[in-house]
């Protein structure tokens, strides 16, 4: 079971379609922290809508908002950081016998028909909660770092090497400069 479960029923459809808004508790923000390797997940928010397409594909399009803290990659100090992304995923309903295939297999069997973004669904609900801590996953920078990371760095390697310049160095820079010595 999902740290964070919150499933919604899909059948019966309602026509106007469902409003979705949901918050993460302290208990749940603490076990997802754990999932992803955060310091803290102090605020986790999803909101927007699901809507049935013309195709009978079943679509969340909304927010999700979060408030994280990760370690420095270099320091290991506390970087604090807002996520905010838009989310965007949609579900196909497939018999149990397909659900049981992974979606790559099913994918490449439709050649063509099977969107990305579009996963398969057997039953009548969908897990919003999971799926707004999957997004979340995705948006979390992989490498943080403190405003002086950089600087640790610098200083443990010494002088002659230099981090965030603002023009770094082509992949050309050494034929130009033979080019330069020829010319002479």
Same mark, same amino acid.
């Given at each position: 079971?999902?740290?964070?479960?919150?499933?919604?029923?899909?059948?019966? *459809?309602? /026509? $106007?379609? #469902?409003?979705?808004?949901?918050?993460?508790?302290? !208990?749940?923000?603490? +076990?997802?922290? &754990?999932?992803?390797?955060?310091?803290?997940?102090?605020?986790?928010?999803?909101?927007?809508?699901?809507?049935?397409?013309?195709?009978?594909?079943?679509?969340?399009?909304? *927010?999700? /908002? $979060?408030? #994280?803290?990760?370690?420095?990659?270099?320091?290991? !100090?506390?970087?604090? +950081?807002?996520? &905010?992304?838009?989310?965007?995923?949609?579900?196909?309903?497939?018999?149990?016998?397909?659900?049981?295939?992974?979606?790559?297999?099913?994918?490449?069997?439709?050649?063509?028909?099977?969107?990305?973004? #579009?996963?398969?669904?057997?039953?009548?609900?969908?897990?919003?909660?999971?799926?707004?801590?999957?997004?979340?996953?995705?948006?979390?920078?992989?490498?943080?770092?403190?405003?002086?990371?950089?600087?640790?760095?610098?200083?443990?390697?010494?002088?002659?090497?230099?981090?965030?310049?603002?023009?770094?160095?082509?992949?050309?820079?050494?034929?130009?400069?033979?080019?330069?010595?020829?010319?002479?």
């Amino acid at each position: 079971m999902s740290e964070f479960s919150r499933s919604v029923r899909i059948d019966p *459809w309602p /026509e $106007a379609g #469902v409003e979705v808004d949901l918050r993460a508790g302290p !208990e749940e923000r603490a +076990a997802l922290a &754990r999932r992803f390797q955060l310091v803290a997940l102090d605020a986790l928010h999803g909101w927007g809508r699901l809507e049935r397409a013309d195709s009978g594909e079943i679509w969340f399009r909304g *927010w999700l /908002e $979060a408030q #994280v803290v990760q370690s420095c990659v270099v320091s290991l !100090e506390d970087v604090p +950081a807002t996520v &905010r992304v838009p989310v965007e995923r949609g579900y196909r309903r497939v018999s149990a016998g397909e659900a049981a295939r992974p979606a790559v297999l099913q994918a490449s069997e439709s050649a063509g028909e099977w969107d990305d973004d #579009v996963e398969p669904l057997a039953g009548t609900q969908i897990d919003l909660g999971e799926m707004l801590a999957e997004e979340l996953s995705l948006a979390l920078d992989p490498y943080p770092r403190a405003p002086d990371a950089d600087i640790l760095v610098s200083e443990a390697l010494g002088p002659n090497i230099s981090f965030g310049s603002a023009e770094p160095d082509s992949p050309f820079a050494a034929l130009e400069q033979l080019q330069d010595k020829r010319a002479r």
